[in-house]
Nanobody
């Protein structure tokens, strides 16, 4: 089992920045690829970014490229999502997730076994 707790979400003005954190406990964090997803009211959960177990590979949704950066610190059992140039359309609950061991596609919700409770990000115009 892996327990995930997100933090860092809050109300921010458009153009501002936030850094989300996801603290993991339980089984060996460093062995998991990690992802960030988001879900806005009335919409499906969507992929934002992912990072390999070593941090050597990162993946982004088109909406996040150039504005968001995913990183991890395996010594601290934490994965981060730095979000810059925020837009009102970034408003959502943001979730971090740990991928299953033999994932094929980190862009897909079904490839993740463990999820946090989410943190609310609200971007005002």
């Amino acid at each position: 089992q892996v327990q995930l707790v997100e933090s860092g979400g809050r109300l921010v003005q458009a153009g501002g920045s936030l850094r989300l954190s996801c603290a993991a406990s339980g089984r060996t964090f460093s062995s998991y690829a990690m992802g960030w997803f988001r879900q806005a009211p009335g919409k499906e959960r969507e992929f934002v970014a992912a990072i390999s177990w070593s941090g050597g590979s990162t993946y982004y949704a088109d909406s996040a490229k150039g504005r968001f950066t995913i990183s991890r610190d395996n010594a601290k059992n934490t994965v981060y999502l730095q979000m810059n140039s925020l837009k009102p359309e970034d408003t959502a609950v943001y979730y971090c997730a740990a991928a299953r061991p033999y994932y094929r596609n980190l862009y897909v919700v079904a490839e993740y076994d463990y999820w946090g409770q989410g943190t609310q990000v609200t971007v005002s115009s």
